[in-house]
């Protein structure tokens, strides 16, 4: 069965530190992956989606993802980050029947 | 304008109740879900709606209701309200179905079950 897993369930950064936020995936073929953000009392918003091709996919609001197929894993990333970052964050994966299936979220909490 | 709409934003009511969550889209999107958050904030699909078709079903109770008047709006009912029912519901829509389609969500209902 289709699987995502979020190891790390809440991460605080200084504002302007690096971010990396951990993703693994179980799925049998090649698979969708996505990141979605959600502010508080929001609903979700894309920052950024694999299909195929480069391994590396650039998003919104400066974040990027790379997909490793030998790690099963979609690590979401940015370099420098805003106070305004804060927030939930999904990884998520298309799965063959259709739905998307999410991970139980990484909250990011940005120090000033 | 907001491309995804739900109605209302907040929701308490009693157990036992019956009540409904109205969704509407306005981008022209052919597919509909359901979506429901936990306390834990753990996101899980409910129903997917295609056409006015339904299309997935996970394992809800039946008290769980959707309705499609058309392929712009679902609507979900709930009946006899439970305390396990309190989360927060999520409209979103999809161009089509396949599962490389972006999503975009409402801003969710946030029901309370007394």
């Known amino acids: 069965a289709q699987s995502v897993t979020q190891p790390d369930i809440h991460i605080t950064v200084s504002e302007g530190a690096s971010l990396e936020l951990r993703c693994n995936y179980s799925y049998g073929a090649t698979p969708y992956l996505f990141w979605y953000v959600q502010s508080p009392g929001q609903g979700l918003q894309l920052l950024l989606k694999y299909f195929s091709g480069d391994t590396l996919v650039q998003g919104i609001k400066g974040f990027e993802a790379e997909f490793k197929r030998s790690q099963s894993s979609f690590n979401l990333r940015k370099p420098s980050v805003h106070w305004s970052d804060a927030a939930e964050y999904f990884c998520?994966?298309?799965?063959?029947?259709?739905?998307?299936?999410f991970g139980q979220g990484t909250t990011l909490q940005v120090k000033p | 304008d907001t491309a995804v709409s739900q109605t209302p934003k907040y929701l308490v009511t009693q157990m036992g109740n019956d009540k409904s969550i109205k969704c509407e889209q306005n981008?022209?999107?052919?597919?509909m879900y359901w979506y429901k958050q936990d306390s834990k904030k753990f996101l899980k699909i409910m129903f997917s709606?295609?056409?006015?078709?339904?299309?997935i079903n996970e394992t809800v109770p039946n008290r769980f209701s959707p309705k499609s008047p058309d392929k712009a709006h679902l609507n979900l009912h709930i009946n006899s309200l439970e305390l396990g029912d309190s989360a927060v519901y999520f409209c979103a829509s999809s161009q089509r179905l396949p599962t490389n389609e972006k999503l975009f969500f409402g801003s969710g209902t946030q029901l309370s079950v007394l």
């Open positions: 981008l022209g999107h052919d597919t």
């Open positions: 709606y295609n056409n006015k078709e339904l299309i």
């Open positions: 998520a994966v298309g799965s063959n029947t259709g739905k998307l299936i």
